[in-house]
């Protein structure tokens, strides 16, 4: 049975950092492809950056060049360091997997249930 659990969520100020966990088990984490999506209140989701089974990273144009994906195939772990935090990256954040990596929500086998960021301005 396929789990993925986020961890590192919470409140930060305009401008700060988090870093995002995303803990994988009961799949061949090596061969499978990881993704984080975010979802806003009232709003549909949005995908926000991948990694293939093979290291190449995707994101989207809003994120690109303040988040970093990344992953740990010793540890079946997948992170997203945030940084230069922004109001309007203000969701819940989740991540998935599929074997092929995707920017978009569809095709996703597996998501976890989702971290809740907060950014005060």
């Known amino acids: 049975q396929v789990q993925l659990v986020e961890s590192g969520g919470g409140l930060v100020q305009a401008g700060g950092s988090l870093r995002l966990s995303c803990a994988a088990s009961?799949?061949?984490?090596?061969?499978?492809?990881m993704g984080w999506f975010r979802q806003a209140a009232g709003k549909e989701r949005e995908f926000v950056a991948a990694?293939?089974?093979?290291?190449?990273?995707f994101y989207a144009d809003s994120v690109k060049g303040r988040f970093t994906i990344s992953r740990d195939n010793a540890k079946n772990m997948v992170y997203l360091q945030m940084n230069s935090l922004k109001p309007e990256d203000t969701a819940v954040y989740s991540c998935?997997?599929?074997?092929?990596?995707?920017?978009?929500?569809?095709?996703?086998?597996?998501w976890g249930q989702g971290t809740q960021v907060t950014v005060s301005s």
């Open positions: 009961g799949l061949a984490f090596s061969m499978y492809a």
């Open positions: 990694i293939s089974s093979r290291g190449p990273t």
């Open positions: 998935a997997t599929r074997l092929s990596v995707a920017i978009t929500a569809a095709g996703y086998d597996y």
